[in-house]
Nanobody, 120 residues
Framework: QVQLVESGGGLVQAGGSLRLSCAAS????????SAWYRQGPGKQREFVAS???????KYADFVKGRFTISRDVAKNAVYLQMNNLKLEDTGVYYC??????????????WGQGTQVTVSS
């Protein structure tokens, strides 16, 4: 059973910073491709950033220059450093890792979400 557990959300003033963490647990499971999504109040879930094990990184335009995705292979964890937070960054942030296992069976794991609230 694979689980993604997120942490690091909270309440921060505009211009502040937060660092989200996503730790994967499960026998023999290693994060390969990982992504962060978010869902703001009354909005659909949207892509924020992604990272491959090989180091290919992508960001949504609205976070470029402010957010940084990274990973710790030894800890089987991924992170999202968020700087210069804006009111519109408020939402629930989700960690996601899709892929194919050793038996070519696709999987798509999601974390439970962590709330980020940016205040003025």
């Amino acid at each position: 059973q694979v689980q993604l557990v997120e942490s690091g959300g909270g309440l921060v003033q505009a211009g502040g910073s937060l660092r989200l963490s996503c730790a994967a647990s499960g026998s023999g499971f290693s994060i390969n491709f990982s992504a962060w999504y978010r869902q703001g109040p009354g909005k659909q879930r949207e892509f924020v950033a992604s990272s491959t094990r090989g180091g290919l990184i992508k960001y949504a335009d609205f976070v470029k220059g402010r957010f940084t995705i990274s990973r710790d292979v030894a800890k089987n964890a991924v992170y999202l450093q968020m700087n210069n937070l804006k009111l519109e960054d408020t939402g629930v942030y989700y960690c996601n890792t899709p892929g194919v296992d050793g038996n070519d069976v696709p999987y798509d794991y999601w974390g439970q979400g962590t709330q980020v609230t940016v205040s003025s």
